[in-house]
């Protein structure tokens, strides 16, 4: 029931950030602000994450594949695929919930409390539009980007650790990253980005920006921001993946 | 000129304004007035449009504020300036930038007339220049009072509404706070409502005060005639503050000749013995027990 109210809360929300801006190029300097918080800001830990699922999955990948009928380079297919299809975009964006969704929804819920939004609606600005929609966008411009570098950085990573722990000379797992390579596990990947792009921006922003009584709620809010957008964005990986693959 | 009539507004089934009507006049500091919970509050944000009312009707200068469409109601509410409670600063903008936000936004001139037009204002709040590049959180609770009046004033407002302009500060500055609103009211000309709880406001700048009990209007008047009201829920609510009470006794003795029963001693032989009169009757000046010359010294 509450799911229900709150979805048709949120329409309404989305509903009401499409207004002519009140002056275009204060909207596109919070944009630009906005590209920098959640771009920028999230860039350190997506190296590091990236880097390190890399890295593990070439160990557990050499470690399962014991066979000695099976080549080398399929441990490089593997992990490229793995990367690719999964990891740089999920796992990523699971900490990217947490990371860009909590700061999301404490920035706005301490606006919201503190009246600083109430003060904005009251210069005439419509604040659905200058805080969030500057928000969302952002997101659906950084985030795929992040990922498409989380995708490069694991592969590079796992080559790293492959070589590192000899278990896979650099050239058989460079020769193996381009055997029977498919373009679409890439789209694909692009595709669940923007979802969960959107996904990460805008359902903390909606709870953030609803927040109601004081510094108690800001912390509840942004925490039921991280669970509900966590928990949809695995739900949209399955419905994608079931529609997609 | 701000006129509300029959302003109601319902939380659910908890009626919180019983249909209040107010005539609030330009270049006056027209004053809400009552206890915590009596709705000042949802009368300020129902006539700014923060919340919407559940009837009756806002007029500015003669237009319906609650029945306008989006546009006309943001041609409105750029001619309003509002204090908020906790002065509501953007917290990630210094004391500069909070006060440019609104010429940012709306306006189109060049940045050194913007950061004339800053200084001017944050001078006229009397706050010094070294604060300017500083964050909301560096400065005091007094400072941020007036950063935010510096907002609310920037774009030169035909309505300023202040809720509760100062709570959580001490009496001097409250005092400064009060009668810059009070300068600036009088100097643009302005329709300044201010809600308060503080009785000092109250006596020094209150031009017109509505006094609030439980969502209704239940007095209305001047700082002047406010004492003297015979309104018991309005005593009630005045005569908590003992320093109203110490007016209210004065008014007494000079009217009556007579010393209230309810005046403390020490301020009865404070005045019998400035005035030299021996009012209460008793046969002596002052407390006589206080003025012979102690057997120690
Ligand atoms: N958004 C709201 N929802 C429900 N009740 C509210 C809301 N805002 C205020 N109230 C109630 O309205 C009454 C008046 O509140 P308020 O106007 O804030 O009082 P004050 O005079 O202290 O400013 C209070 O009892 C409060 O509980
Ligand atoms: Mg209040």
């Not at chain 1, 700061?103 to 009251?122: C, F, T, Y």
């Not at chain 1, 969960?196 to 920006?209: E, W």
Request: proline share 3%; charged share 20%.
């Amino acid at each position: 029931m509450k799911i229900l109210r709150e979805l048709g809360e949120f329409i309404k929300m989305a509903g009401g950030m499409f207004r002519k801006p009140e002056n275009s190029k204060m909207y596109w300097k919070q944009f630009m602000l906005q590209c920098n918080d959640i771009g920028i800001g999230s860039l350190g830990i997506i190296c590091i994450i990236s880097v390190f699922i890399g890295a593990v999955s070439t160990l557990q990948t050499a470690y399962q594949l014991v066979s000695p009928i099976i080549p080398k380079t399929t441990i490089a297919q593997i992990v490229r695929d793995t990367v690719i299809l999964e990891f740089a975009p999920t796992l990523s964006c699971i900490v990217l919930c947490g990371v860009v969704g909590s700061k999301i929804a404490s920035e706005l819920g301490n606006m919201r409390v503190s009246e600083q939004i109430d003060a904005l609606e009251i210069m005439g600005i419509n604040t659905k539009g200058y805080l969030v929609l500057p928000k969302i966008l952002a997101g659906l411009v950084t985030i795929p980007l992040l990922i498409m570098l989380a995708m490069v950085l694991g592969i590079w990573g796992g080559r790293l650790a492959g070589t590192a722990a000899g278990i896979i000379d650099p050239s058989i797992f460079d020769t193996g990253l381009v055997m029977a390579f498919k373009a679409y596990n890439v789209y694909f990947a692009l595709i669940k980005s923007f979802v969960f792009a959107f996904i990460i921006t805008a359902v903390p922003a909606f709870y953030g920006y609803n927040v109601k009584g004081g510094a108690l709620e800001i912390g509840h809010s942004s925490t039921r921001a991280v669970v509900v957008s966590c928990v949809l964005l695995l739900l949209a990986d399955y419905i994608l993946s079931a529609l997609l693959l | 000129m701000i006129e509300i009539k029959n302003l109601k507004k319902s939380f659910d089934d908890k009626a919180v304004l019983k249909g209040v009507d107010v005539v609030f006049d330009e270049g006056k500091c027209n004053l809400i007035i009552g206890s915590s919970g009596s709705g000042k509050t949802v009368l300020m944000k129902c006539m700014v449009g923060l919340i919407k009312p559940s009837s009756g009707s806002v007029l500015y200068d003669g237009d319906d504020f609650v029945s306008m469409n989006d546009v006309e109601k943001k041609n409105i509410r750029e001619k309003i300036g509002m204090l908020f409670q906790g002065g509501a600063l953007f917290d990630s903008q210094t004391v500069e930038q909070n006060v440019m936000f609104p010429l940012d936004m709306f306006t189109s001139d060049k940045y050194s007339k913007k950061k004339e037009r800053v200084k001017q204002v944050l001078e006229r709040v009397q706050l010094k220049e070294d604060a300017y590049r500083k964050f909301p959180s560096e400065i005091s609770g007094g400072m941020q009072k007036r950063v935010a009046l510096a907002r609310a004033i920037v774009l030169n407002p035909k309505y300023l509404f202040c809720d509760e302009p100062n709570s959580g500060l001490d009496p001097q500055t409250s005092m400064v706070i009060d009668k810059l609103i009070q300068e600036i009211t009088q100097e643009y000309n302005i329709t300044t409502i201010i809600n308060t709880h503080d009785m000092n406001s109250v006596m020094e700048i209150g031009d017109h005060i509505t006094y609030m009990h439980q969502g209704e209007k239940e007095w209305e008047g001047n700082n002047k005639e406010i004492i003297l009201s015979e309104n018991q829920k309005l005593n009630d609510f005045i005569f908590a503050s003992e320093f109203l009470k110490d007016a209210k006794r004065m008014r007494t003795i000079q009217e009556t000749g007579e010393i209230p029963k309810d005046m403390p001693a020490g301020v009865k032989d404070a005045i019998e013995e400035k005035l030299n009169v021996d009012l209460d009757g008793d046969g002596h000046i002052g407390n006589p027990s206080k003025n012979k010359p102690s057997s120690k010294e």
